[in-house]
């Protein structure tokens, strides 16, 4: 039966989510230059508005559809057969198109992480048909694998509990390979851009922090106990990962940043993800201290190393966060938190932890592979990169015949 506050529970995490994709939008348009804010938050909210019809139409059926197949299938095309009862396989207490609609906000800002790899330099056009591809053979495939009903991954026990691996890493490899094939930004050597408005990232930031509650304890379900803990779990992770990304720029740098702090916040919350349903709050602190370690890592030394011009370090915090949290989910989950899960190594069940790796792999290997494909297409037929006139001009002009500021300081 429907339980409304189980129903209103999950709305409200649905609009929480939805949030979160215009706080992105903040939080990479103010990192980069004054000419591209209002790209990168056009190619935001357009997101939200072409992949809310996607999901609708075919988005969900493919994803959640029960089968055993690459998709889903398309028995709900339309949500034909998706009404206002429960669907006992996915939310047995909300309307099943409350779980819908929930689901529908992850499909959004999953391919929208992917903008802070190529930002400043991809055609508007190019984007929208990427983005739609994308989302179709890509997220759809994966999302179903990891937790549609039938799906091979979910089979064999892989935990994520709200996405680790179905967005972070997915969205994450995806963003490397583009910034890989795109190319760097010109006179990047010469003149490395700094953020153009910090305020916007910190707003950006606090908004990806108040959504990600909706992310992590929505995906619950329910107004439980398991929705608390997810809740707890994830405040915590995120503030131990923002004063641990302080103290190593403190100690490497002589001073701390707030855009360190932002960063170390975010990969806490892309850490803790898959693991939110999953572990306490000891193993919270772990993984939100260790994940701004790996993930300064990977932006302050891999990156320079080999020289990829991942923008806004959708890569380094989203892929290598995600993978942390999901290897960590296989570590630190107890059955003693979320019964229908599994023990993790540190609880006797080393297996879990390989079957992890598996889930880790499988999205890194499929997810780059197709990525690279729909590139190559969608380059092959228009074009991907702007020009170096246009480039120079900036996106918001040359894109959209629109200019964020109209006073100059």
């Known amino acids: 039966?429907?339980?409304?506050?189980?129903?209103?529970?999950?709305?409200?995490?649905?609009?929480?989510?939805?949030?979160?994709?215009?706080?992105?939008?903040?939080?990479?348009?103010?990192?980069?230059?004054?000419?591209?804010?209002?790209?990168?938050?056009?190619?935001?909210?357009?997101?939200?508005?072409?992949?809310?019809?996607?999901?609708?139409?075919?988005?969900y059926s493919l994803s959640f559809h029960p089968g055993e197949g690459f998709w889903g299938g398309f028995g709900w095309f339309g949500l034909n057969g998706v009404g206002l009862e429960p669907y006992t396989d996915y939310a047995g207490t909300v309307p099943h198109q409350a779980f819908m609609i929930f689901q529908a906000m992850f499909a959004i800002i999953t391919p929208a992480l992917i903008i802070g790899a190529f930002a400043e330099r991809m055609k508007f056009s190019a984007?929208?048909?990427?983005?739609?591809?994308?989302?179709?053979?890509?997220?759809?495939?994966?999302?179903?694998?990891?937790?549609?009903?039938?799906?091979?991954?979910?089979?064999?026990?892989?935990?994520?509990?709200?996405?680790?691996?179905v967005v972070h890493i997915n969205a994450g490899i995806a963003a490397l390979i583009t910034a890989i094939i795109l190319g760097k930004r010109t006179n990047?050597?010469?003149n490395v851009p700094a953020p153009h408005n910090m305020p916007f990232v910190v707003l950006g930031t606090g908004l990806l922090w108040f959504g990600w509650f909706g992310f992590n304890a929505g995906s619950a379900l329910a107004a439980n106990g398991l929705a608390v803990n997810a809740f707890v779990v994830t405040n915590t992770a995120a503030a131990a990962a923002g004063l641990s990304w302080a103290l190593i720029e403190w100690i490497r740098n002589g001073k701390p940043t707030i855009l360190g702090v932002c960063s170390g916040a975010v990969a806490g919350l892309v850490a803790i993800t898959p693991a939110a349903g999953f572990v306490g709050v000891i193993s919270a602190i772990i993984i939100g201290l260790l994940v701004s370690v790996i993930c300064f890592i990977a932006v302050a030394v891999i990156k320079p190393l080999f020289g990829y011009d991942d923008s806004l370090d959708a890569f380094g915090v989203h892929c290598v966060g995600g993978i942390w949290g999901a290897l960590a989910t296989g570590?630190?989950?107890?059955?003693?938190?979320?019964?229908?899960?599994?023990?993790?190594?540190?609880?006797?069940?080393?297996?879990?932890?390989?079957?992890?790796l598996l889930a880790v792999g499988v999205t890194i290997a499929y997810t780059?592979?197709?990525?690279?494909?729909?590139?190559?297409?969608?380059?092959?037929?228009?074009?991907?990169?702007?020009?170096?006139?246009?480039?120079?001009?900036?996106l918001d002009l040359t894109q959209h015949r629109e200019r964020a500021y109209t006073v100059l300081e």
């Not at 570590?331 to 297996?351: D, E, I, T």
Request: charged share 10%; hydrophobic share 55%.
């Open 1 to 59: 039966m429907i339980n409304a506050g189980d129903t209103a529970w999950v709305l409200i995490s649905s609009a929480l989510v939805l949030l979160m994709t215009p706080g992105l939008a903040f939080f990479y348009g103010g990192m980069v230059r004054r000419k591209n804010v209002l790209s990168v938050l056009m190619q935001c909210f357009i997101i939200m508005c072409v992949l809310s019809i996607q999901w609708v139409l075919i988005g």
């Open 127 to 165: 984007f929208l048909i990427f983005t739609l591809l994308w989302t179709t053979f890509v997220y759809d495939p994966l999302c179903h694998w990891i937790w549609g009903m039938g799906g091979w991954l979910r089979n064999v026990g892989a935990l994520d509990f709200a996405g680790g691996t």
């Open 188 to 190: 990047l050597e010469k």
């Open 331 to 356: 570590l630190f989950a107890s059955k003693l938190v979320n019964s229908a899960g599994a023990n993790g190594v540190f609880f006797g069940n080393p297996k879990q932890f390989l079957i992890q």
């Open 368 to 394: 780059g592979a197709v990525t690279f494909i729909i590139y190559k297409l969608v380059d092959i037929f228009i074009g991907v990169r702007v020009d170096d006139k246009s480039e120079a001009i900036g």
